[in-house]
T-cell receptor
Framework: NAGVTQTPKFRVLKTGQSMTLLCAQDMNHEYMYWYRQDPGMGLRLIHYSVGEGTTAKGEVPDGYNVSRLKKQNFLLGLESAAPSQTSVYFCASSYEGRHGELFFGEGSRLTVL | AQSVTQLDSHVSVSEGTPVLLRCNYSSSYSPSLFWYVQHPNKGLQLLLK??????LVKGINGFEAEFKKSETSFHLTKPSAHMSDAAEYFCVVRGTGGFKTIFGAGTRLFVKA
């Protein structure tokens, strides 16, 4: 059972380039989340989804877009990368949206030069 | 306001001695509480969770935590530290309203040989 899988694991971008991070889960979870983790800032929610075809903004959504076309996949896009988006990105999923435990992927380390 | 406070940013113990990582929370609701562990360059892994059943919760790798409503605390303990326990630990609260998840700032555990 793979759980939550993120691709790619590492990426280096130049300022202004675009890219997409893919998150896939095989647990049939309704809820999926994208977080970024920065030193001293903890984990901050970027966007989340409560089901296929739905997305919602989290704490720090600016500069990111997401899509949930299939229940098992949650894509995070950067249209024009900025150095401030250098971070480690984590995808998570949960069966229940309010009290359920979160299952995390291994993370995607993004560097924007 | 809902919040989570991890009282120590760093804890250092010797191998074979007890571990205590402290967490206090503030919530107007009946929250679910979790402890996660993050090893370097890895995702967050669930150690244990409290969801209003028994107040003493046993988790993986010998960890346990006690929910004390009167003290609004959820401290993590382990009787005997192992070198492999060296990692960062996060206290997490859910069920505080909507789909919000509140992460503590983390406690880094060092284990000395």
């Amino acid at each position: 059972n793979a759980g939550v899988t993120q691709t790619p694991k590492f990426r280096v971008l130049k300022t202004g380039q675009s890219m997409t991070l893919l998150c896939a889960q095989d647990m049939n979870h309704e809820y999926m989340y994208w977080y970024r983790q920065d030193p001293g800032m903890g984990l901050r929610l970027i966007h989340y989804s409560v089901g296929e075809g739905t997305t919602a903004k989290g704490e720090v959504p600016d500069g990111y877009n997401v899509s949930r076309l299939k229940k098992q996949n949650f894509l995070l896009g950067l249209e024009s990368a900025a150095p401030s988006q250098t971070s480690v990105y984590f995808c998570a999923s949960s069966y229940e949206g309010r009290h359920g435990e979160l299952f995390f992927g291994e993370g995607s380390r993004l560097t924007v030069l | 306001a809902q919040s989570v406070t991890q009282l120590d940013s760093h804890v250092s113990v010797s191998e074979g001695t007890p571990v205590l990582l402290r967490c206090n929370y503030s919530s107007s609701y009946s929250p679910s509480l979790f402890w996660y562990v993050q090893h370097p360059n890895k995702g967050l892994q669930l150690l244990l969770k409290y969801t209003s059943a028994a107040t003493l919760v046993k988790g993986i790798n010998g960890f346990e935590a006690e929910f004390k409503k009167s003290e609004t605390s959820f401290h993590l303990t382990k009787p005997s530290a192992h070198m492999s326990d060296a990692a960062e630990y996060f206290c997490v609260v859910r069920g505080t309203g909507g789909f919000k998840t509140i992460f503590g700032a983390g406690t880094r555990l060092f284990v000395k040989a």
